[in-house]
């Protein structure tokens, strides 16, 4: 194929992409297959380690179910949700988020050393997961509110009280020893500063001060500095898990092991179901299933980001573009921690490791996204139009059985017969009015005798007899005369 034959059909392929409903679609189908593959990885490599503890082998997988269901259901209340609702309820959810992390810090368990979870009716929930959705909804309706004031001219307007609110809770989160956490937050007010326009270098010495922060929060820690150390010099004695992540991924080859049938999920790979289950997934799925995993991501970020370009509303846009920051680098930190590309932060795998609340901020913040996906150029009325059609392709499969049984009570929609069911049931089709026209003073004729009305019956029923001969047929022209005009009399 030539390049000129080649270049149209690109041009037709990426013109498709082009539709009000795109970004909706793609949203909607990315992340439903990356839940998918993160419930059948989750079932892979829990059931292990509950094997080898005496339990179930599917409690874990049930509780990542419950948690998958109870987050469409989040997920489809907030793709419904008006955008103003949200904007409502940003200083609410702020607070709650401000308290929950105080909350765990009071009264939460130590866990290996940190805390960040506490028991809510009998379910551990980590408050510093729903705080990011807290910022994120907070900052974007803060920054919006300034942009329709006109105080986005002034870096003190711009930044007060943005940075100190970002400051608050990543202060908590740390506190909480979650570097990770604390890391996304800053991506999240590095994202929205860039999206409402801060002039440049205003950008960039926040972006210092941000790195500085970073710095000094790895410096203070020990075991985060060995981490450093680890990730530079690996070896089995400082790094053990990145060794055998690395191990699982080169072993799984191009095609992988097989579902199921790793090896290095039974006690090799340290949390292998939360931070280091994209290394299972290489193992037993190979090349290809990464592969697949990274393109999911790959179009769930450009399906954001279309979002965020899209619509034109300040709040939208800056949400839009800090919930896909905040879902893709999450993302891109976990798979490149596992590879060895970066030091492990202990992040997990949105929409794909085992987590209760990692999983249902996540599908909260997917449910904001697919609500501004709405708000679209014609995507109300796009939607609006595919829903008719959608519901007779299922009232169609599920009426099948029925319409193969009487193919006569199938009839095409949009259609009225106007006839009873009596009439359907025979099948007697009705008579239309286009092809058996009547008029109204036939209509009021009918049934009435008219004189000749008889004899003009029998005349059509009994075919005219013969004439004699020399006998005129009865109604025959005079010869040189016309016929239907009486005979002009005699000339005088």
Not at 194 to 204: D, E, K, M, N, S
Not at 304 to 312: E, P, Q
Not at 378 to 390: D, K, S, T, V, Y
């Amino acid at each position: 194929m030539t390049t000129a034959g080649f270049r149209p059909q690109v041009a037709a392929r990426l013109a498709s992409l082009d539709r009000p409903l795109t970004s909706y679609y793609l949203i909607l189908g990315t992340s439903g297959l990356l839940l998918a593959v993160g419930l059948v990885m989750v079932l892979s490599t829990s059931s292990v380690s509950q094997l080898d503890s005496g339990g179930s082998p599917y409690s874990v997988f049930l509780k990542q179910l419950f948690g998958v269901l109870a987050g469409l259901v989040i997920m489809w209340v907030l793709a419904h949700t008006p955008p103003r609702l949200l904007r409502s309820v940003a200083y609410p959810l702020l607070l709650a988020a401000i308290a929950g992390l105080i909350l765990v810090l009071a009264f939460g368990p130590d866990i290996a050393g940190v805390r960040r979870w506490i028991a809510v009716g009998g379910i551990q929930l980590q408050p510093s997961e729903f705080a990011k959705l807290a910022f994120l909804i907070w900052g974007a309706d803060l920054l919006a509110r300034k942009e329709s004031l006109g105080q986005l001219n002034d870096w003190r307007t711009l930044l007060i009280p943005l940075l100190p609110g970002a400051a608050v809770v990543g202060l908590l989160v740390i506190l909480g020893d979650d570097l990770g956490t604390t890391f996304l937050l800053l991506v999240i007010l590095l994202a929205l500063l860039w999206v409402i326009g801060t002039p440049a270098r205003l950008f960039v010495g926040i972006l210092g001060l941000v790195l500085f922060a970073l710095v000094l929060l790895i410096k203070v820690a020990q075991y985060r500095s060995g981490r450093i150390t680890g990730f530079l010099h690996p070896t089995y004695s400082n790094n053990w898990q990145l060794v055998q992540g690395k191990y699982a991924i080169g072993s799984g080859g191009f095609f992988g092991v097989g579902l199921g049938d790793s090896q290095l999920k039974w006690g090799w790979v340290p949390n292998d179901d939360t931070d280091f289950i994209f290394a299972i997934l290489g193992e037993e799925l190979g090349l290809i299933g990464t592969g697949c995993v990274v393109l999911l991501y790959a179009g769930l970020a450009y399906a954001g980001l279309r979002v965020a370009r899209r619509v034109a509303d300040p709040f939208m846009r800056l949400a839009a573009a800090g919930a896909t920051a905040w879902i893709v680098v999450q993302a891109l930190v976990n798979v490149s921690a596992v590879i060895g590309l970066l030091p492990i932060t202990g992040v997990p795998l949105p929409l794909i490791s085992q987590g209760l609340s990692s999983v249902l901020a996540t599908m909260a913040a997917i449910g904001m996204l697919l609500c501004f996906a709405r708000a679209e150029p014609g995507a109300r009325e796009a939607l609006a139009m595919a829903a008719p059609r959608w519901r007779h392709r299922i009232v169609a499969a599920f009426g099948r059985t029925g319409a193969d049984a009487n193919p006569e009570s199938v009839r095409p929609a949009g259609r009225d017969t106007g006839q009873s069911v009596a009439t359907r049931s025979a099948g007697r089709p009705k008579r239309s009015r286009l092809t058996n026209p009547e008029t109204a003073a036939a209509k009021a004729g009918r049934g009435r005798p008219t004189p000749g009305d008889d004899r003009m019956s029998r005349s059509s029923k009994q075919p005219p007899a013969r004439p004699r001969s020399g006998q005129k047929r009865p109604g025959s022209a005079h010869p040189g005369q016309r016929q239907g005009r009486p005979p002009r009399g005699p000339q005088h």
